[in-house]
DNA sequence: TTGAGATTGAGAACAAATCTCAATCGTGGC
DNA sequence: GCCACGATTGAGATTTGTTCTCAATCTCAA
């Protein structure tokens, strides 16, 4: 019992950020030339939906779950498929576009990290505020602790939850 | 649609543990008593399950997933229900006897906390075992960190995830 | 241009955790 | 000890985030 129609058809709108040898009207970013080279050494397609996504992504500039990501997208018009941001943001992540934060609470969510560095964060209980911090001796203690127990560690979560200031 | 069936009576085993003034062939526990007087101070009931499971807790001596902790009292043949765990571990909780782990993959899990101290965790992502790191130095870290920002911390997780030296 | 193979979308499936509510239990007051 | 009544229980339903399914569709190297 599978709708049969599909993709409405429709404005194609390459605008051009993909095209592989065209003009580009729009100079390509560098995180489209990431995405895409991660993309064809990966033997991936680029598709309009992963463009689609990826702009998105860099527009917000914060941190977001997939299903607010995926309603402000619709608001938009932009059609894409939850499924399909379920899988371009681990694919984001892999070329390093983009960060997981699992959390403690049920969601996990995002953030793009284009030249941005690892860090932290502060989590507001009441008022969902998220702050981020970077403490390097905190993340060279973290090291020193792994290397006494010949552990190799792969990533770490450091989510400190409380109130903000402004929830006190 | 739902079973008429309830608890299908028999053996009701009090072993004298939670007899408010009985005789006490078996001397109480201090956890016994610490859950006992937290009941008791909030107007809650001692009943059997929430014996059942405290006493299956602290027989764990490691930290344990609610489904696991379910499946292993099923086959000793101790009737408790996973909802009625699911109910307890929280006020085990409150009282201090047991602490909840938040991990950042998707279950959390539990291990009792009896006059043991806070500490963090390294978890093998190959065999999943979890051991127990406690930095007095990171801790203070973090806590420079809340007040700086006026951020009144509650609880903090911090887990670093790697590949033990068995498994590397 | 074309076809093999990758991708998509809608909904089904999953899984952890929470909720529902009738039947039952625990306890303080008698 | 007995009672009454609020608390608790269990089985299943529900919720919710995430992953899976698969026919229709798209992408891109040749
Ligand atoms: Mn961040
Ligand atoms: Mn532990
Ligand atoms: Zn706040
Ligand atoms: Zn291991």
């Given amino acids: 019992m599978r709708k049969t129609k599909r993709r409405e058809g429709g404005k194609t709108d390459n605008r ?26 990966r033997g ?8 689609v996504i990826l702009e998105e992504v860099f527009k917000h500039d914060d941190h977001f779950d997939i299903d607010e990501f995926h309603m402000k997208m619709r608001k ?29 609470e049920r969601q996990a969510f995002y953030e793009h990290i284009h030249g941005r560095r690892h860090h932290d964060h502060l989590v507001c209980l009441s008022c969902g505020k998220v702050m981020e911090f970077y403490s390097p001796a905190i993340e060279r203690l973290q090291e020193e602790i792994c290397r006494r127990r010949r552990f190799k560690s792969l990533r770490h979560v450091l989510e400190i939850q409380g109130h903000c200031k402004d929830c006190a």
């Fill in 16 to 41: 051009g950020t993909a095209g592989p040898s065209s003009r580009r009207p729009v100079p390509e970013t560098d995180y489209e030339a990431v995405f895409r080279d991660f993309l064809q050494a």
């Fill in 44 to 51: 991936l397609k680029l598709t309009r939906e992963r463009m």
């Fill in 76 to 104: 938009k018009g932009l059609k894409v498929s939850r499924a399909s941001i379920y899988r371009t943001l681990p694919l984001l992540q892999e070329c390093g576009l983009v960060d997981e934060v699992k959390t403690t």
